[in-house]
């Protein structure tokens, strides 16, 4: 597996990354790791992760589809 080195990061920067990087978790690198991975991964892919998440969850029942619509309709005539 290769390295790199990224110089003259600004200190907003760094600090962006370790705020990220420590809300979910990881270290500094763990977080760029990741942020390059998804940045860098074909969409295909990204699609076929999704799909998977996607059929973890039931189907939303007729009554979930209308309590999400109805706030969009309140005002509507």
């Known amino acids: 597996m ?3 080195t990224i110089r003259n990061l600004s ?4 600090a ?5 990087a420590a ?4 270290s500094m690198e ?7 991975a998804n940045r860098l991964t ?3 892919r990204l699609l076929d992760e999704i799909q998977a998440k996607w059929t973890e969850f ?4 007729a009554q979930d589809v209308q309590e999400w619509i109805a706030p ?3 005002g509507r005539t």
């Open 58 to 61: 039931p189907p939303p029942s």
């Open 2 to 4: 290769a390295s790199i």
């Open 30 to 36: 763990q977080e760029a790791r990741e942020i390059l």
């Open 72 to 74: 969009g309709r309140q």
């Open 16 to 20: 962006s990354l370790k705020a990220l």
């Open 23 to 26: 809300g979910n978790g990881r």
């Open 42 to 44: 074909p969409r295909h």
């Open 11 to 14: 200190s907003d920067i760094v």
